[in-house]
């Protein structure tokens, strides 16, 4: 995954709201929400995970009136799927077999997970 692109865990909590709104938000919105999750931070805190989210080219950001309101550049599928690509290429050499084999005899994917993976191998083959 492009370093630019990476997410510390409190910038992905921030994001996770910001998917979630479906619109625009300022601060004080994203700081709102994030106080009903339990989270007490401080504007300024926020303002800065913003910042950097927007410097990382995840958020854009446009001012309205005086207010600057910032939403997603890009969505939460894309970046789960870049994160996924990243996380196989560095911990398994891009092999999506590898990954793969790595669970194989855990109890970490069930009958369920297995049969629904292939009925999506069998997909990619037609």
Same mark, same amino acid.
């Given at each position: 995954?492009?370093?630019?692109?990476?997410?510390?865990?409190?910038?992905?909590?921030?994001?996770?709201?910001?998917?979630?709104?479906?619109?625009?938000?300022?601060? &004080?919105?994203?700081?709102?929400?994030?106080?009903?999750?339990? #989270?007490?931070?401080?504007? &300024?805190?926020?303002?800065?995970?913003?910042?950097?989210?927007? +410097?990382?080219?995840?958020?854009?950001?446009?001012?309205?009136?005086?207010?600057?309101?910032?939403? &997603?550049?890009?969505?939460? #599928?894309?970046?789960?799927?870049?994160?996924?690509?990243?996380?196989?290429?560095?911990?398994?050499?891009?092999?999506?077999?590898?990954?793969?084999? +790595?669970?194989?005899?855990?109890?970490?994917?069930?009958?369920?997970?297995?049969?629904?993976?292939?009925?999506?191998?069998?997909?990619?083959?037609?």
């Amino acid at each position: 995954m492009d370093e630019k692109m990476r997410i510390s865990n409190a910038e992905m909590k921030v994001m996770n709201q910001i998917w979630k709104a479906e619109e625009m938000v300022t601060v &004080p919105e994203v700081l709102e929400i994030l106080k009903k999750e339990g #989270e007490e931070w401080t504007y &300024p805190t926020v303002a800065t995970f913003l910042r950097r989210l927007t +410097a990382k080219e995840i958020l854009g950001v446009t001012k309205k009136g005086n207010k600057l309101c910032y939403f &997603p550049l890009v969505s939460k #599928e894309q970046y789960e799927k870049k994160e996924a690509e990243g996380f196989v290429e560095s911990k398994f050499g891009g092999s999506l077999k590898n990954f793969l084999v +790595a669970f194989r005899g855990s109890d970490k994917i069930g009958k369920n997970d297995m049969k629904d993976l292939r009925a999506w191998l069998d997909e990619l083959d037609d």
